[in-house]
Every structure is written in structure tokens, then in C-alpha cells.
């Protein structure tokens, strides 16, 4: 059975740029394998890209270090934009 693993750029950059990873792994066809219909990662990578990285990690590497990693940073970014978007409203 083949193991499929996720690169060390891809979860360190995902980090960072989460939209521009994927649109980068995709133009050079190194796109992790995996599980999610075409139109599910079309639409993910448009709109919530974090949550589909999260889902790869899961499927290919379960509960590890990186896939709790990558759900802290996207907790903390989404608070720091809700508070960001609290401070304009006032």
C-alpha cells in the first residue's frame, strides 16, 4: 500500500500563505494526495483554504503535531480578524 505524505514546505508555508501554497503546489502538480472532489477544492481553496489543509492532515497524517499546529493558527488568525473587524465597526 502506498504512503502518502504531506512535504515540510507545504505545511510550513500553508502556515503563512495558505491560498498562495495551494495555488503554487497546484501550477506545479505537487498538490498533496488526497480524498476531497475536485469541486470540494476548488471551492475550499477559494474560501476557506485553512479548513482544507486541515482536512488533508487529517486524512493523511490524522491528530499529529502539524495538524494541531495549523488549527491553533487558525484559530488565533480568525480571532485577531473578528476583534480587527470589532475595532473598525467602533
Known amino acids: 500500500m502506498p504512503t502518502?505524505?504531506?512535504?515540510?514546505?507545504?505545511l510550513l508555508l500553508s502556515l503563512i500563505l495558505p491560498r498562495f501554497t495551494l495555488f503554487f503546489w497546484w501550477i506545479f502538480?505537487?498538490?498533496?494526495?488526497?480524498t476531497t472532489p475536485l469541486i470540494g477544492d476548488m471551492v475550499?481553496?477559494?474560501f476557506i483554504p485553512r479548513i482544507l489543509i486541515l482536512v488533508?492532515?487529517?486524512?493523511?497524517q490524522?491528530?499529529?503535531a502539524w495538524f494541531w499546529i495549523h488549527l491553533i493558527v487558525m484559530i488565533v488568525v480568525?480571532?485577531?480578524?473578528?476583534?480587527?473587524a470589532a475595532?473598525?465597526?467602533d
Open 29 to 34: 502538480g505537487n498538490l498533496p494526495y488526497n
Open 62 to 64: 490524522g491528530m499529529s
Open 87 to 89: 475595532a473598525k465597526s
Open 56 to 60: 488533508w492532515i487529517y486524512n493523511l
Open 44 to 46: 475550499a481553496s477559494v
Open 78 to 84: 480568525w480571532g485577531l480578524n473578528i476583534l480587527r
Open 4 to 10: 502518502h505524505e504531506i512535504g515540510t514546505w507545504f
